[in-house]
């Protein structure tokens, strides 16, 4: 089942306010990626975060790494009509073959309103 | 240009036929992946190959089948057996295994079962 659960499913966002989607983890993670998908689109690389308590920044996002390396957020200031698509997390695990994988959130669907 | 290439980007296929969906890159890269993604849903992993001539299965690997004979190709076959083939297939690829890699997505083939 998903091991990477990703809140909320939907978030409806005015233009100019910010929001932020939460990414919880039931298992420690080595490392964390973000990813955004316009509609029709694919999903386009973000970010990376790797270090516990990591916290990057790109213009208008913040990303940060949980100390415990379980849990990141993305939080999004002065939301854009540009912004629109669906965010995904995607969680770096090792697994026993000595490889590992990645595990995605569901997603947050964001709609903003001009 | 470097990248991925997926085609066709909209297949449709009678229920019981066994269909291929195509997936190349001309990136150099060791490592490939092919997702599924449903609405509502994130992307789970079917299968990924870190070598060539190399692969294994990812979380739901029944019902499809793959190859990799040749680096920058890693056709992805859906088959009969798979008992709800429906959806929206993502190939991706990362300069070499393990998680530390941005994956870089093709445009994705949205597969239609009749």
């Known amino acids: 089942g998903q091991q990477v659960m990703q809140i909320p499913q939907y978030q409806h966002v005015q233009e100019g306010e910010d929001f932020t989607t939460y990414c919880n983890s039931s298992t420690t993670l080595s490392n964390i990626q973000w990813y955004k998908q316009r509609p029709g689109g694919h999903p386009v690389f973000l970010i990376q975060?790797?270090?516990?308590?990591e916290v990057k920044k790109q213009k208008r996002l913040t990303f940060q790494f949980g100390e415990a390396k379980k849990n990141s957020s993305l939080h999004i200031t002065a939301t854009q009509t540009t912004d629109v698509g669906t965010y995904f997390c995607a969680g770096f695990r090792v697994t026993t073959d000595s490889w590992g994988k990645f595990q995605f959130g569901a997603g947050t669907q964001v709609v903003v309103t001009p | 240009d470097g990248g991925i290439t997926q085609s066709p980007k909209y297949l449709f296929r009678k229920e019981g036929q066994n269909v291929t969906l195509s997936c190349e890159q001309n990136l150099n890269h060791d490592a490939m992946y092919w997702y599924r993604q449903d609405p509502g849903q994130g992307l789970r992993l079917i299968y990924y190959?870190?070598?060539?001539?190399?692969?294994q299965k990812g979380d739901i690997a029944e019902g499809y089948s793959v190859s990799r004979e040749k680096k920058e190709s890693f056709p992805l076959t859906v088959t009969s057996a798979q008992k709800n083939p429906t959806a929206f297939y993502l190939c991706?690829?990362?300069?070499?295994?393990?998680?530390?890699?941005?994956?870089?997505f093709g445009p994705g083939t949205r597969l239609t079962v009749l």
């Open positions: 975060l790797v270090k516990s308590g």
């Open positions: 190959s870190q070598i060539v001539n190399d692969f």
């Open positions: 991706a690829s990362t300069p070499t295994s393990g998680g530390l890699n941005e994956q870089f």
